[in-house]
């Protein structure tokens, strides 16, 4: 069992930034990241494999960028020129079966999940 720890999410303007983290307590192949806003089902917003190869949705690319630090076991998720859309509650997903990383991240794909946290853009 591998258990995901979340930083704190946060409050910005639109166009400001924000950084997520993710640590995690044990060994992940894929990691991800989704998010899920208010009445609507939580969606891949980007995802990264044990060779570096990254995916992202089309809605967070250029904008998003997702890293490791192998060192740390600390999954990220920079975020800039927010945008109000982009209010959610994110989660942070890992698996140790393997990796498949599609564009975007699907849930089935991953076992192991964060307890979220809010990311709040105004306008």
């Known amino acids: 069992q591998v258990r995901l720890v979340e930083s704190a999410g946060g409050s910005v303007q639109t166009g400001g930034s924000l950084r997520l983290s993710c640590v995690a307590s044990?060994?992940?192949?894929?990691m991800a990241w989704f998010r899920q806003a208010p009445g609507k089902e939580r969606e891949g917003v980007a995802g990264?494999?044990?060779?570096?190869?990254?995916t992202y949705a089309d809605s967070v690319t250029g904008r998003f960028t997702i890293s490791k630090d192998n060192d740390k076991n600390t999954l990220y998720l920079q975020m800039n020129s927010l945008k109000p859309e982009d209010t959610a509650m994110y989660y942070c997903?890992?698996?140790?079966?393997?990796?498949?990383?599609?564009?975007?991240?699907?849930?089935?794909?991953?076992?192991?999940w964060g307890q979220g946290t809010q990311v709040t853009v105004s306008s």
């Open positions: 990264l494999d044990p060779a570096g190869d990254t």
């Open positions: 997903a890992a698996d140790s079966r393997g990796c498949r990383l599609d564009k975007p991240p699907i849930q089935n794909d991953f076992i192991y």
């Open positions: 044990g060994s992940v192949h894929c």
